[in-house]
């Protein structure tokens, strides 16, 4: 195929084409895209006679895409990724004006803390933009990038793909929440006597604090485990419960009233909050100002001075 010949294709076909290949499924694509499930199938269609192919074959309730689907995929992601970082780098973006769709994924605790503060910003700035918040952490952001189901995440980040880029915002400090009936300072006795509520996406009820607490031959019960922040200033008020949470998350709740929030009695490993994403989207003017609007407003102040930047950190 010759260069005149690419006026045969439409290339909203070809994004198509690509989201089908991710999702696996019409209905999931077409929300993805903001396109009804109808044209999704009209645009499949039109794609299968292009290629001459069947492209994708319906097994149970998945899409599966046919061998020469998978050849398309390979040689169509680097082009598609080549015109999208060239077109870029020419179209300015106005965040007054735009009506961008922008996919980030968050932490229970960034979305529970820090989020409110942040869409107030950005509203400010952007009125016509569309924010879309999904839920992520450590297990599956790097999934999540290489998907493009977000474009970028903030959380503490482990494992990234390969050409994946992270900025450092914060350091995350743990602060024991208590109810606020509690009298005098929380030491080790009193902390590993009390009943513990546990935030988990994953359900686990083991991790960093009670293997430092293993380490001083001391151990903690945990009573609750449960999946977010949303619940917990409320099953804790007025009960002997304590939870370990992030000190932006304490600060938020004790402003409602009810809790206080204490000193961690016992030493853990630091964990850093950080902002990821891919290098699809490292030039895009938009992506540029969304991540330079992020590091403003969830930055602590000197964070970005004098913290260690791995070979994957970008400014």
Same mark, same amino acid.
């Given at each position: 195929?010759?260069?005149?010949?690419?006026?045969?294709?439409?290339?909203?076909?070809?994004?198509?084409?690509?989201?089908?290949?991710?999702?696996?499924?019409?209905?999931?694509?077409?929300?993805?895209?903001?396109?009804?499930?109808?044209?999704?199938?009209?645009?499949?269609?039109?794609?299968?006679?292009?290629?001459?192919?069947?492209?994708?074959?319906?097994?149970?309730?998945?899409?599966?895409?046919?061998?020469?689907?998978?050849?398309?995929?390979?040689?169509?992601?680097?082009?598609?990724?080549?015109?999208?970082?060239?077109?870029?780098?020419?179209?300015?973006?106005?965040?007054?004006?735009?009506?961008?769709?922008? !996919?980030?994924?968050?932490?229970?605790?960034?979305? &529970? %803390?820090? $989020?409110?503060? #942040? +869409?107030?910003?950005?509203?400010?700035? /952007?009125?016509?933009?569309?924010?879309?918040?999904?839920?992520?952490?450590?297990?599956?952001?790097?999934?999540?990038?290489?998907?493009?189901?977000?474009?970028?995440?903030?959380?503490?980040?482990?494992?990234?793909?390969?050409?994946?880029?992270?900025?450092?915002?914060?350091?995350?400090?743990?602060?024991?929440?208590?109810?606020?009936?509690?009298?005098?300072?929380?030491?080790?006795?009193?902390?590993?006597?009390?009943?513990?509520?546990?935030?988990?996406?994953?359900?686990?009820?083991?991790?960093?604090?009670?293997?430092?607490?293993?380490?001083?031959?001391?151990? !903690?019960?945990?009573?609750?485990?449960?999946?977010? &922040? %949303?619940? $917990?200033?409320? #099953? +804790?008020?007025?009960?002997?419960?304590? /939870?370990?949470?992030?000190?932006?998350?304490?600060?938020?709740?004790?402003?409602?009233?009810?809790?206080?929030?204490?000193?961690?009695?016992?030493?853990?490993?630091?964990?850093?909050?950080?902002?990821?994403?891919?290098?699809?989207?490292?030039?895009?003017?938009?992506?540029?100002?969304?991540?330079?609007?992020?590091?403003?407003?969830?930055?602590?102040?000197?964070?970005?001075?004098?913290?260690?930047?791995?070979?994957?950190?970008?400014?």
């Amino acid at each position: 195929m010759n260069r005149n010949d690419l006026r045969k294709i439409d290339f909203n076909l070809l994004i198509v084409f690509e989201t089908l290949m991710q999702e696996h499924n019409l209905t999931r694509t077409g929300e993805k895209l903001f396109i009804g499930q109808s044209a999704i199938s009209a645009s499949l269609n039109r794609l299968r006679h292009f290629f001459d192919d069947p492209l994708f074959v319906r097994m149970g309730r998945k899409m599966e895409p046919t061998s020469r689907a998978v050849e398309i995929h390979l040689s169509l992601t680097p082009a598609l990724d080549s015109i999208a970082s060239a077109l870029s780098k020419i179209n300015a973006f106005d965040p007054m004006t735009s009506d961008s769709v922008f !996919r980030i994924g968050l932490s229970d605790d960034v979305e &529970y %803390s820090l $989020l409110p503060g #942040l +869409i107030r910003q950005l509203r400010t700035e /952007a009125p016509h933009v569309s924010f879309v918040i999904r839920r992520t952490d450590h297990s599956l952001l790097a999934d999540q990038l290489s998907s493009a189901e977000v474009s970028l995440g903030i959380c503490h980040s482990r494992d990234l793909p390969a050409n994946a880029k992270r900025k450092f915002l914060r350091t995350i400090r743990p602060t024991v929440l208590s109810s606020d009936a509690s009298s005098g300072s929380l030491d080790l006795d009193e902390y590993c006597d009390r009943p513990h509520v546990s935030v988990s996406l994953n359900g686990e009820v083991v991790d960093s604090i009670d293997r430092a607490l293993m380490a001083l031959g001391r151990q !903690r019960q945990v009573v609750l485990a449960v999946p977010q &922040y %949303s619940a $917990l200033k409320t #099953l +804790i008020e007025d009960t002997q419960m304590v /939870a370990v949470v992030p000190d932006y998350v304490a600060k938020t709740m004790i402003r409602q009233g009810g809790l206080r929030m204490d000193a961690l009695p016992l030493s853990i490993p630091a964990l850093d909050l950080s902002m990821s994403w891919g290098a699809t989207s490292d030039t895009d003017p938009g992506e540029r100002w969304l991540r330079s609007r992020i590091s403003n407003h969830l930055c602590e102040k000197g964070a970005a001075i004098g913290h260690p930047v791995s070979v994957k950190e970008a400014a």
